[in-house]
């Protein structure tokens, strides 16, 4: 099984800063990593697929790079509505896996 | 518009059965992959199964599987998730997603609590 590990847990910023978010697999997943935002009571939205693909409908501040165990996910100036919990996925094996989530909360 | 709406949530004893079901609309099922995701309160997501198209090939998460039977009935526009042996551990939110992983439903909370 692949395990993806996110850091940091929590990143506290304020709105116009930048964030930067890791998630690091234990094996080689290619490009077929995942980014979702999650916040309270609602389900995951999907960001980015396949690495640095950017979803229907999201904004050009989110972008994701990285390729086989190393990936990044930037917001280039938080929004007041970009305070939320991030997950990242791999699709690159079976069982598809998850990491613990980045909360990036206001500081 | 897509919509995806599980139900059959609720509080089940341990050793107990479930069954949720997901109910799709503005697309058609029979066209897509499907899967199931879960959230136990406070923690991360786990996927949990995976069924193509026809039903051809599913796949488990180690968790559940012998456990919990994906199963899909596209003429009726609904996802199923049979889960027998109920543990503590399986108490979540279950999520039913597309395979575009575009689209959600809203989530199905299992308690498995005596």
């Keep these: 099984e692949i395990v ?3 850091s940091p847990a929590t990143l506290s910023l304020s709105p116009g800063e930048r964030a930067t978010l890791s998630c690091r ?3 080689s997943v ?5 980014w979702y935002q999650q916040k309270p009571g609602q389900a995951p939205r999907l960001l980015i697929y396949d690495a640095s693909s950017r979803a229907t409908g999201i904004p050009a501040r989110f972008s994701g790079s990285g390729s086989g ?12 509505e970009d305070f939320a919990v991030y997950h990242c996925q791999q699709r690159s094996n079976w069982p598809l896996t998850f990491g613990g989530g980045t909360k990036v909360e206001i500081k | 518009e897509v919509q995806l709406v599980e139900s059959g949530g609720g509080l089940v004893q341990p050793g107990g059965s479930l069954r949720l ?20 309160p406070g923690k991360g997501l786990e ?3 995976h069924i193509t198209t026809g039903s051809n090939n599913i796949y488990y998460a180690d968790s559940v599987k012998g456990r919990f039977t994906i199963s899909r009935d596209d003429a009726k526009n609904l996802l199923y998730l049979q889960m027998s042996s109920l543990r503590a551990e399986d108490t979540a939110v279950y ?3 597309r395979s575009d992983w575009l689209y959600w439903g809203q989530g199905t909370l299992v308690t498995v609590s005596s």
Excluded: H, K
Excluded at chain 1, 69 to 80: K, Q, Y
Excluded at chain 2, 21 to 40: E, H, K, P, T
């Design chain 2, 47 to 49: 996927w949990i199964s």
């Design chain 2, 21 to 40: 079901s997901c109910a799709a609309s503005g697309f058609i099922l029979s066209d897509f992959y499907m899967n199931w995701v879960r959230q136990a």
């Design chain 1, 30 to 34: 290619s490009n077929y990593l995942a």
């Design chain 1, 4 to 6: 993806l590990t996110q």
């Design chain 1, 69 to 80: 165990t190393d990936f990044t996910l930037t917001i280039s100036s938080l929004e007041p």
């Design chain 1, 25 to 27: 697999a234990s094996q």
């Design chain 2, 95 to 97: 999520y039913c997603v």
